[in-house]
């Protein structure tokens, strides 16, 4: 069996000891899990074995070792023309996990679109646009896993679950030295799965108010809203209002109200059926009743002058 050894960390307030719940740590490995396996699958065919295993835990934020085992890979493994020892390895290089110019890092400047395929390179890569315009020439395998389905619903698992966790704001994943992949906030939602279609997409434009759970005064960091059924981690872009919050203009208490101009974008992916919230314009601060204490705001915001 071939293997080869990663490391996965996730780092905020709430695993700063070294310490992750298991209702937060138990479905990202299990997500990862599903990752590698149709990871796998899609690159080395369905007679392929994968298996992950944890190897051992390092303090600081926290951080597991686990190791990747591939078996069978024989039968598609001339194309690569490498030694079948090296199977395990070649996985986590093409996904990002240990090299720089993976699946994960292609997903990324796709920036959460589907591009389209401009012309096939005579060195097995793909010249591909992204919906921004930008041009890419990727590996084709790196193509394919960036696109396939079972990995881009682990991925959600992997990335988007756990950032939406309070006290949870980096995940991290590398060789056990080097860190290949960086996911914040900021990106998080890139990694969400793609629509099947352009008609499976839906974005949806209203006027909806939010209570205030927590904030951060960091540029692409989400504030925890609660919508009224659950508490949320939305992106405000209204420019305008981010710079009143950065010029403390704006105070903020438990129980605050934001009345914003929202887009909602609902994603229909195989069986799933996802869906965020980011709010393009804030038409109203309005603030709790007198007497509610002043809101606690992120570890990262600095404090308001009294």
């Not at 996990?97 to 591009?115: E, L, N, V």
């Not at 315009?133 to 881009?152: C, H, M, N, S, W």
Request: glycine share 8%.
């Amino acid at each position: 069996m071939s293997e080869a050894t990663f490391s996965l960390a996730y780092d905020g307030d709430a695993v700063r000891d070294g310490e992750m719940d298991l209702a937060d740590l138990g479905p990202a490995l299990i997500g990862l899990s599903r990752l590698l396996k149709a990871a796998g699958k899609a690159t080395y065919g369905d007679e392929a074995s994968v298996t992950v295993k944890a190897k051992a835990t390092r303090e600081g934020s926290f951080e597991v070792l686990l190791s990747l085992g591939v078996l069978g890979a024989h039968a598609v493994w001339e194309f690569w023309k490498q030694p079948d020892v090296q199977a395990a390895a070649t996985l986590l290089g093409l996904l990002g996990f240990t090299a720089k110019d993976g699946a994960i890092q292609a997903i990324k400047a796709m920036r959460g679109s589907r591009p389209k395929v401009q012309s096939r390179l005579g060195d097995g890569a793909l010249r591909i646009e992204t919906l921004d315009g930008t041009i890419l020439d990727l590996p084709e395998p790196v193509f394919k896993l960036a696109l396939d389905p079972g990995v881009r619903e682990a991925l959600e698992k992997v990335f988007v679950e756990p950032l939406e966790r309070d006290g949870i704001d980096t995940v991290k994943i590398g060789d056990g030295v080097t860190t290949r992949v960086v996911v914040d906030e900021t990106d998080a939602d890139w990694f969400r799965q793609l629509p099947d279609t352009s008609d499976d997409q839906f974005v949806s434009k209203f006027v909806k108010p939010f209570k205030i759970v927590s904030l951060h005064f960091t540029s692409g960091r989400k504030w925890r809203l609660h919508d009224g059924r659950a508490t949320r981690q939305v992106l405000i872009e209204d420019a305008d209002f981010n710079g009143r919050v950065d010029r403390n203009e704006e105070r903020f208490a438990k129980g605050d109200l934001l009345i914003c101009e929202v887009e909602e974008v609902s994603v229909r992916a195989g069986s799933s059926f996802t869906s965020h919230y980011v709010i393009k314009k804030v038409l109203e601060h309005r603030p709790a009743p007198i007497g509610q204490p002043e809101l606690d705001i992120g570890p990262d915001s600095p404090a308001e002058p009294s």
